[in-house]
T-cell receptor, first 109, second 120 residues
């Protein structure tokens, strides 16, 4: 059974701070890793993809991957109240995605 | 216009009724998926299709069936709805052309807006 684990939160950070979201996965053959943002009652929105060990930056978002430790993280710099949402980690091998249950992020003004 | 559309957006039905949820996409993707989302349980895969002639069961296919009418259309049916099928249902699409080693995307999935289904 492939598993993707996330702390459910909520993770509370003040506006302007760095939010750090973490995810671990069980399947060592996983090849691709994704972060989705989901606002309450809305559909998941893809915000980051990462395939190789190391860091990948896109605007205020940085994804970090460590395949040896089976660990992927998302950093959000200069957090804004509009970043308040649930963040889903997803992992895939060759066919389907396995999603974590998500971490709720609350950014206070 | 949205790339992935779902109809209906909301549906209330009664136990035992047959329900069909429809998904259409204009992204030109070959792969389509149906998920349900329940509070505390996350997103769970119901069925997926890699092309028109390919249908695969996901993690929780019991009580559901699907039809891939065309590359762009993928429907989910509840043959006899029951209350524990009350959930938020999402359709998603992906394109496996290329891959990370060739600079392409690898199974990035894009979601429709969802259907909120309530079974009384």
């Amino acid at each position: 059974q492939k598993e993707v684990e996330q702390n459910s939160g909520p993770l509370s950070v003040p506006e302007g701070a760095i939010a750090s979201l973490n995810c671990t996965y069980s399947d060592r053959v996983s090849q691709s890793f994704f972060w989705y943002r989901q606002y309450s009652g809305k559909s998941p929105e893809l915000i980051m993809s990462i395939y190789s060990n190391g860091d990948k930056e896109d605007g205020r978002f940085t994804a970090q991957l460590n395949k040896a430790s089976q660990y992927v993280s998302l950093l959000i710099r200069d957090s804004q109240p509009s970043d308040s949402a649930t963040y889903l980690c997803a992992v895939t091998g060759y066919s389907t995605l396995t999603f974590g249950k998500g971490t709720m992020l609350l950014v206070s003004p | 216009d949205a790339d992935v559309t779902q109809t209906p957006r909301n549906r209330i039905t009664k136990t035992g009724k047959r329900i069909m949820l429809e998904c259409s996409q204009t992204k030109g993707h070959d792969r389509m998926y149906w998920y349900r989302q329940d509070p505390g349980l996350g997103l769970r895969l119901i069925y997926y299709s890699f092309d028109v002639k390919d249908i695969n069961k996901g993690e929780i296919s019991d009580g559901y069936s699907v039809s891939r009418q065309a590359q762009a259309k993928f429907s989910l049916s509840l043959e006899s709805a029951i209350p524990n099928q009350t959930a938020l249902y999402f359709c998603a699409t992906s394109d496996l052309r290329g891959g990370p080693l060739t600079g392409g995307s690898y199974n990035e999935q894009f979601f429709g807006p969802g259907t909120r289904l309530t079974v009384l």
